[in-house]
């Protein structure tokens, strides 16, 4: 019997690398396609719960899953605790996720700037009540995601962990960049290092500025962390999951991973899928060099019959067998 790499409360993780949750990417489609390559766990497109409680469709959307994700994370958000708690409820009792996790780290200005996201650590009672409430609210384990802190003149990161797990966190997944500072700017993972010797028995997962595989390795190394987010990266190569280097994928590969993709985000949205997967296909093909006429065919095209074979048509005319 394999044993896990590690535990959050009494779920076993196998892995060390998880893809991050990310508004617009994390979609059912991609993060099944990560899973099969190699990422520990799925966490949700983040559930914005002042929407959810009004019964918005397109919230309800971020939590279709399937048995081959789990275990499968819904992440909450909102600057309201009670709330965040009630819809918690309801998502345990409606979707079954397997964990909880509360957003402290999305910092759009429309995000933060209610006290949502990165904006909940400027407030420690809300932080402390959140996690108390949600962890009372459901069965599952509640885990954080969150920053160094508000900007650099508040890194209390160590101190609302420690509210965190105190209320009831099971794990704490640790951006190694404050709200205030742009990806531009490198991320600091010496916090992430301070986090887990603080909290050598509570799992501790990495994330910022992890490109390849082995970045990975050195954010393991360095930190000490139970695991690796990885976010931007992983769009134009979820084969990172599998530590790999896009180089290292078959242009095969990529083309059957494409149509694949494609095609699973159409069942999953015939009506919508055509714009989003737009911003995948373009980081697919732009290792493949090829022209902005047909880059830009396929990105303005609407109809998805036409759009799948000119996909094939392109592939083809890069020596891919389709």
Known sequence: MTLPDFTIADIPIY???????MDGISDAAFRLLTRRLGSAY???EFINTLDYANQKNYQKKRLLTSTEERPFVAQLL?????????????????????MIDINMGCAAKSVAGRGAGVGMMRNPKLVRDAFALVSQAVKVPVTAKMRLGWDSSSLNFLE???????????????????????????????????????????????????????????????TGCDAVMIGRAAKANPWIFSWRLREEVSLQEVAETTLWQFDEMLANDPENAIMPFRKYLKAYLDPCQISRETMRALLTCGDETLLRQSIIQVFRGLGANL
């Open 15 to 21: 892995g060390r690398l998880i893809l991050a949750p």
């Open 160 to 222: 609302l962990a420690n509210l965190a797990a105190e209320n009831g966190a099971k794990a704490i997944a640790l951006h190694g960049r404050t709200g205030k500072i742009s990806f531009q700017k490198p991320a600091r993972w010496q916090p992430i290092a301070e986090l887990k010797r603080a909290f050598p028995n509570l799992p501790i997962i990495g994330n910022g500025d992890v490109l390849t595989p082995a970045d990975a390795r050195r954010m393991l190394d360095e």
């Open 42 to 44: 799925s966490v949700s």
């Open 78 to 98: 909102d600057n309201d605790a009670v709330r965040m708690a009630e819809c918690a409820a309801r998502i345990e009792e409606e979707f079954h996720p397997d």
